[in-house]
């Protein structure tokens, strides 16, 4: 992603209008993009708690009506108990049981509706009445293509555990996680980019590397947090720092072709989930450092700081959820770190690649309206 250039003759320039409705349009986004990270935090307690298969349709308009009535809770009952999930694990489970897994559930999809609907409809008004700028609404209606697909992909999960397993596919599972992280840097990256920002001083290429590497390493690390919640590896080796007694444990190329271990072996998947989040701490640290030798007491070198603070506190909570046998709050409070290192990681890295940007104008003549200079293209 880089910046707009404000000479490009085919940017058309922005209106009084469309700078005036700029601090709207990040409120907006902002809180489209706070959802998002609320929608994660529900989706990992729906995971932990099994209510992931409680619904075993999938009505995008009247699903969001949940069951009013006693016939309607024992329908959707009957329903749940003619998948492998209520047959091999949950079998004499009692209506109520079921309810508390419903409701988990359906909460996590009416909040994926309320998101569609808190993205489109503002989108469609200020579509309407002007008020965006026309750079950036191939950028927000590629937002809304992907919440759509998120969706889309949520029901592709749950499909996976209806049929022949009784829990979601952790390959399905890592893609929908990762795919709403992706979703919530993207609506960061695209906010930043029409907010007026102090100008500092450029960074070498080096440090700007490294920013953008260390947003690839947190996404590998979603992934592999994916994989651990689909495959319960944190219920197993709850020690720190030894797996069974060793560094280095026993069985991580048992099954083959080899490289299935890295998605299928328990004992692989928890020990690659360790290894990155130690090779990203000191990566951070290592970024931190490096900052503050080039830019001194600059807010490049604070940012950094701040980033390698958080990443320390996030393997922190990875510890403690793993020592202390994954209780809920801890994996959700765990999951929620992840996402606030996320976006301090892409902040930072937006903040050095677009360092001199001079604020935009303030609302008046037409002749004083420039187009965007950080929007994502």
């Given at each position: 992603m880089g910046s707009v250039r404000t000479d490009d003759h085919t940017t058309s320039p922005a209106t009084p209008r469309q700078i005036a409705a700029r601090p709207i349009v990040r409120f907006w986004l902002w809180s489209v993009a706070l959802c998002v990270f609320a929608m994660v935090i529900v989706g990992g307690a729906t995971r932990l708690t099994e209510s992931g298969l409680a619904i075993t349709e999938w009505a995008p308009v009247t699903g969001a009506i949940p069951p009013l009535s006693q016939s309607d809770w024992v329908e959707a009952f009957e329903k749940y108990r003619q998948i492998p999930q209520y047959q091999q694990l949950n079998k004499g489970m009692s209506l109520d049981e079921f309810k508390s897994i419903y409701w988990w559930e359906w909460a996590h999809r009416f909040l994926g509706r309320f998101i569609g609907v808190l993205f489109f409809v503002p989108f469609v008004w200020f579509l309407?009445?002007?008020?965006?700028?026309?750079?950036?609404?191939?950028?927000?209606?590629?937002?809304?293509?992907?919440?759509?697909?998120?969706?889309?992909?949520?029901?592709?999960?749950?499909?996976?555990?209806?049929?022949?397993?009784v829990s979601v596919s952790q390959y399905r599972l890592a893609a929908h996680l990762v795919l709403a992280s992706a979703i919530f840097a993207y609506l960061l990256w695209i906010t930043e980019g029409i907010r007026d920002r102090s100008p500092e001083a450029a960074s070498p290429r080096r440090l700007r590397t490294t920013a953008v590497a260390i947003v690839a390493l947190i996404f590998l690390q979603i992934v592999l947090g994916g994989l651990v919640a689909g495959l319960d590896a944190g219920l197993t080796y709850q020690t720190w720092p030894l797996m069974d007694g060793r560094f280095v444990p026993e069985g991580l190329l048992m099954q083959t072709p080899w490289w299935l271990n890295a998605f299928e072996n328990i004992t692989t998947v928890q020990f690659d989930?360790?290894?990155v989040a130690y090779v990203l701490v000191l990566a951070t640290i290592w970024h931190a450092v490096d900052a503050s030798r080039n830019g001194g007491q600059g807010?490049?070198?604070?940012?950094?700081?701040?980033?390698?603070?958080?990443?320390l506190g996030q393997a922190g909570l990875g510890i403690a959820t793993l020592v202390l046998g994954m209780p809920l709050w801890l994996a959700l409070a765990h999951q929620a770190g992840a996402m606030v290192v996320l976006a301090t990681a892409v902040l930072h890295a937006y903040a050095l690649h677009h360092p001199t940007g001079a604020p935009e104008p303030r609302p008046g003549a037409l002749a004083e309206a420039r187009p965007l200079e950080n929007i994502p293209g």
């Open positions: 309407a009445t002007r008020r965006v700028e026309r750079r950036l609404v191939p950028w927000l209606w590629g937002a809304f293509v992907l919440g759509g697909l998120q969706g889309a992909l949520g029901w592709y999960m749950v499909a996976s555990g209806l049929v022949d397993r989930h360790r290894m807010p490049a070198a604070a940012r950094a700081v701040y980033l390698a603070g958080l990443t």
